[in-house]
């Protein structure tokens, strides 16, 4: 019975909120009173500048590249997730004929851009852990860390630049380089 009331209560609490609160007065009648219509009327902004910037597209920081690592060819991308954190993928071929080993390693880390969405940067780092599998004679699943930075080339171009570390494949670094298009 206990967990019943407990449940009951907050319900109680705005239902009695609900009668308490007075009604506002409509003097014509044919519009509201309250909500964003009727502060838009008053010429109120319903949001904060800051609130309607975090909610619209991030603009001109994403590409997608080709480039290259210390274990072959890499196509590699920005997709930003909000004004200070973006995912950035990554596919590499590895092209070891020593060991006669092929394979693609495919990592996809969420990553903390310190200018955010400045466009006037051109100097862009960010820092970035996240998940990825590598194929070759086996598939491993992997954890990868990854720091750079972005350098952007006037407005549709950026130079990439990276350092993944893969704690679990016997602590192995690649250091990725490559030219991105912006859009």
Request: hydrophobic letters at 35%; glycine letters at 12%; charged letters at 20%.
């Amino acid at each position: 019975m206990k967990i019943k009331f407990g449940l009951l209560l907050p319900l109680a609490v705005l239902a009695a909120g609900a009668f308490v609160t007075p009604a506002k007065a409509n003097p014509s009648g044919d519009r509201p009173t309250v909500g964003p219509a009727i502060l838009a009327q008053r010429g109120e902004t319903t949001q904060t500048s800051q609130a309607r910037r975090d909610s619209e597209p991030i603009k001109g920081n994403n590409y997608v590249g080709v480039g290259g690592s210390n274990d072959g060819a890499v196509v590699n991308g920005k997709y930003a997730l909000s004004n200070r954190f973006s995912i950035r993928p990554e596919v590499f071929t590895n092209a070891q004929l020593d060991d006669d080993e092929r394979g693609v390693a495919v990592f996809a880390p969420v990553t903390y851009d310190f200018t955010g969405n400045n466009t006037n940067s051109r100097f862009q780092p960010f820092v970035g852990a996240g998940a990825g599998v590598t194929t070759g004679n086996e598939t491993e699943l992997q954890l990868v860390t990854t720091a750079g930075a972005d350098i952007r080339l006037g407005n549709r171009y950026a130079i990439n630049g990276s350092v993944n570390y893969l704690p679990l494949d016997d602590q192995q670094v690649d250091f990725v380089a490559g030219l991105g298009y912006r859009f």
